[in-house]
């Protein structure tokens, strides 16, 4: 018995435990106190509930107005958003929350809605001219409630007027505007019109609460005492950095034109700004600039100048030939020179290979007519002035014809049968001539046998004999050189020919001109040919002129015959 009790007693226990942990049906809106917004802000309302399975919500106004937001019902809460948030939502919203069909739940929140979101715009007009009467205009832009406004107009730390709203019924956000007009005094100019907005909702917590705007009280006028300054001066070198500023005094701001004044009398526009910034100066930058300054308002107009003059090292701005660099002889050729500098530099143009002034020329100029290959070369110009001087070179090519053509003979035109000749052909000429080398033929045609200036016979014979021709030639035309190699015959032979002649003592007469050449050889590349009443005596090829060594004099038109001497000798 005792022990059924005691269960009886434990099963009532456990069943009141259960009820004593099952939680009562609540409910709550986040945020729960009053609510301040500004118009244009995102406002959330949260409606929470416990205790109940099942919940169902409904959302209202207090005086069941529209409710201006979105509702989002969940399982366990619901909500109502409000973006934006305007003026329509200035209202108590209730939250109503049903646990099956007898148990509901009510709360409600308080949401005040204000706009006071920017600075009031200061009007002045007209924009103070001095001694004029001005019109000051306040806007306060977007406010609500507007009834709340006050507005207060200030000079300096002077009440000019103030005026508030309190009559107003506004629904919406309104634009309002508070203007006041006065004669100012010059003491008034530079002071402050300052507008203080204030918007003091009772029990309402948000800021600012005050908003305030100034301009100052200016008078219009200008430009004047406008002046320029350059640095680092008006007589800035060469390479530095140049920066012109223009001042003057304006209200409103003055706006700035830069020119330059062209040596062709032009105008050319620079800039706009008021400074005028030259990076690395050239002499070119040189000359007459103009700071033009025009206010808008007044429609008055002022310049002022400055003079820049560059200095410097010269620099050689121009070195040519015309009518070009490559010419052919016989060309009229001009060689120009001109250079840049401040002072003026003196200008020196002179051909290199003359260590002497072809200069100095003020227009820096040499006239060559009919230029000539001697005139070919490099030609150099230099200007210079008390900072510096500077140079620069060019080259002048003359193109000609072969010219000078010489043939030289190792060992002589007169050789032994065996003997290796070396016959070597110069010759200039632009561009350089091309050397060919020609030999008479028995037939009396020449036949061209090598090309180069040196031509080489090993072994000499006989059939090598006769006439060579040297030919230079270029584009521009040719010129050729004759030269005749002898083989040197037996001493015997030549030793009879030379006693013959002695012993004979007597010249060919006039009328034996048409007779064979008679030949000394007297000695090693010496040869005579004897005609009538001349001789030509040749050595190594080249004519002697009458008087050499190997003439004893003349008579009657006519050459005695050599006399034996230490000078004259046999092989």
Known sequence: MLKEMGRTSQAVLVILYGFMTVKAFEMEIIPANRIVKQVGETLRLTCNTTGCASPSFSWRTQMDNPLGGTVNNYRMYSTLTMNPVSTVNSHDYLCTVFCGEKEKKEKSVKVEIYSFPRDPVIEISPSSAAAEPVTVTCKILDVYPSHYLEVLLKKGDHVLHE?????????????KTVTYSFNPTAEDIGKEITCVAKLPIPNMDFEPKERVTSEKL???FGPQNT?????????????????????????????????????DESIQLLTKNN???????????SGLYTCEVTNVVTNKTEKATVDIVIRGAPDITKLSIEPSTTVREGENVSILCSAEGNPSPRIILRRKSDGADTGPYSEGRILLPSVTFLNGGDYECVAENEFGKSRSEITLNVEYGPKNTMISVIPATAVKEGETVIMKCTSSGNPAPVISWKKKKTTGEPEKIYTDAILTIK????QDL??????????????????KLLVQEGKLFLLALFLIKQMQN?????KASTAAPTRQVLSEGVRATWRSSSVTVNYDSEPLKEGATLLTGKTNDCYKPLQA???HHLF
């Open 466 to 483: 006769g006439l060579y021709k040297c030919e230079a030639y270029n584009r521009f035309g040719k010129e050729e050189k004759d030269v």
């Open 163 to 175: 005026k508030n709203f309190y009559e107003d019924e506004s629904t919406n956000t309104e634009n």
């Open 227 to 263: 002046v320029i300054t350059a640095s680092p001066g008006n007589w800035p070198m060469e390479g530095d950095t140049l920066n012109l500023t223009c001042v003057t005094e304006s209200n409103p701001p003055a706006q700035i034109v830069w020119t330059k004044h062209l040596a």
């Open 506 to 510: 007597l010249c060919p007469s006039k």
């Open 459 to 462: 072994n000499i014979k006989s």
């Open 218 to 220: 200016t008078a219009n």
């Open 565 to 567: 001497s230490t000078e």
């Open 275 to 285: 400074v005028l910034s030259i990076p690395d100066a050239r002499f070119s930058d």
